[in-house]
């Protein structure tokens, strides 16, 4: 009997450093997706990922110095769209993160993310340091640097 890969939220801060391998921590948040792409790791995350990702690729590819030419932002994009990423977004998850949003201070797309964390009993990871020093003290919030998926 096989056992069922690790569950973890991700946010577009993990994600994204999948894509732009210069970000800081995308070492770490490379080998979490080989635990993904190896079955060790299941990854959940709210719809609004799927723009939240891609608008960082989009401004990659911008400016006088732009960090992706535009037909590499248009494959990462891709890249992205065919991880198959369990996505999650309901009626109910938007009007628990209301209340999660006032008391923590996060932005409301942040705390849809610790929503969905609380509600699967998952670990939520991020590699945005304002948003984990504001969240921290919540039970399901992990550092990026921090965390090791279980077997590896």
Known sequence: MTQAPEGLV????????WLLTDEEYADQAAR????????????????HIRYEV????????RGRRPRLTEEQGREAIEEFLALGIRLVGDDDLVRAAYPLARRSGCAFYDAL???????LRLPFLTADRRLYERVRQLPHVRWIKDYAPAGG
């Not at 993310?113 to 509600?119: D, G, I, K, P, V």
Request: charged share 20%.
């Open 32 to 47: 979490l997706l080989t635990a993904f792409e190896d079955g060790r790791l299941s990854f959940v995350a709210p719809e």
């Open 54 to 61: 891609p608008s960082a690729i989009t401004v990659a590819t």
């Open 10 to 17: 991700v946010d577009a801060s993990v994600a994204v450093k």
């Open 113 to 119: 993310y610790l929503t969905l964390a609380e509600r």
